[in-house]
């Protein structure tokens, strides 16, 4: 009988790092209205955040377990299933409980659901942010959403298709075909053509933003490296050192390529942390996997705190994590943890009857071979 891989606790603590992080970024950013007072924002020169610095990771982390995920099944339906299964309930839970929450709370609310209209139907199919009226009078737009954290659903979605897609080409097997997709991504990330690139608004809610395109893609490009060429890629101290100061040289030296540094070389460090062993988190075994739910609940919570509490970003940063800790304990219980519940359902009922068959199959040939006597 298989087993269960362990799960990897060092990946499971960065992923609610990376959830905690993303309020950490949008606290001073929705209590301002701009990002002067994000620390990591200050401290590359409004380069990077740390809400670019979560998704990046969460990013990287995706493309290495989904191409794994792949490589160790290579089935279209069972690969599309346990996607599904994994981001859509938990997407559309949150989507819908942040529309009614933040537009039942907000001042805003004697025109948010006389306005709602087909573009928040097709802004939920895209498994995008929930296109809703402002709720917020006198906040810019993009901070004036329902739920502003939801936009990278759509873009990690997109990237598990372009894995199946390689995948059933058979170019994960035959690794330089990726490596020469993170080369031309990662060189369209960093030139001018992923400012300058646009197309008809129309096509964005299906494409994306292709600025986001440009930068998402390269970063799940690089993620998938790490694991396709797991086996000559070193993991050393004297390494993880030297990848830190080449992050250090560059925000000295090129503030501009601090992204392109921080998942090349922090790529490096993040998967040298997570190949250690590291029997102080074997605590982590008890903690379920809340930082999907502190993620798409973080936004909604936050915001509504600002608006009524009117006080310090890190005040709301405090009080937003903790709710959103609960509500990921919740969405994990009741809506993520019962979703996946139905693909080991699945798997369970595929296996019964592929027994039944080989059984019937193995009855079968015996009795051929009694009458071969």
């Keep these: 009988m298989s087993r269960t891989p362990a799960r990897n ?205 440009f930068r998402l893609t390269a970063v799940y490009f690089v993620g998938g490296c790490f694991f396709l060429y797991k086996d000559r890629i070193k993991f050393r101290p004297m390494f993880a050192i030297l990848a830190l100061a080449a992050i250090l040289a560059v925000r000295i030296f090129d503030p501009t390529r601090i992204e392109l540094a921080i998942v090349l070389f922090g790529g490096y460090l993040m998967f040298y942390f997570g190949q250690l062993t590291l029997k102080s988190l074997a605590w982590m075994k008890n903690v379920p996997d809340i930082s999907y739910g502190i993620y798409v609940y973080g936004w909604p919570v936050l915001s509504l705190w600002i608006w009524f509490r009117h006080g310090s970003p890190w005040v709301a940063f405090v009080a937003a994590t903790v709710i959103s800790f609960i509500l990921g304990w919740l969405s994990w219980h009741f809506v993520e943890s019962p979703a996946l519940s139905l693909k080991h359902r699945m798997q369970s009922s595929r296996t019964e009857r592929s027994s039944g068959t080989a059984l019937i199959v193995a009855e079968a040939n015996e009795a051929k071979a009694g009458r071969c006597i």
């Design 9 to 213: 606790h060092q990946f499971d603590l960065l992923r609610i790092v990376f959830a905690t992080l993303v309020i950490l970024a949008h606290a001073p950013e929705l209590t301002d209205s701009s990002n002067s007072r994000e620390i990591l924002s200050r401290l590359t020169h409004s380069q990077y955040s740390f809400g670019k610095f979560a998704v990046d990771g969460f990013f990287l982390l995706s493309a290495y377990l989904i191409v794994k995920s792949w490589q160790q099944r290579p089935n279209l339906m069972i690969f599309l299933r346990n996607r599904v299964l994994r981001i859509i309930p938990g997407y559309l839970v949150a989507a819908l409980l942040s529309t009614l929450a933040v537009g039942l709370l907000a001042p805003g609310i004697d025109h948010f659901f006389r306005h709602l209209d087909l573009h928040f139907v097709k802004s939920i199919v895209a498994i995008g942010s929930p296109s809703t009226p402002p709720v917020f009078p006198g906040k810019p737009d993009a901070l004036a959403q329902v739920n502003g954290s939801l936009w990278t659903i759509q873009y990690e979605f997109r990237c598990y298709l372009m894995v199946a897609l390689f995948g059933l080409c058979g170019l994960l097997h035959r690794r330089i075909f990726w490596l020469m997709g993170t080369i031309m991504a990662v060189a369209a990330m960093v030139s001018p053509l992923r400012d300058i690139c646009h197309w008809s608004l129309s096509l964005y809610p299906v494409i994306g933003d292709p600025t986001q395109i």
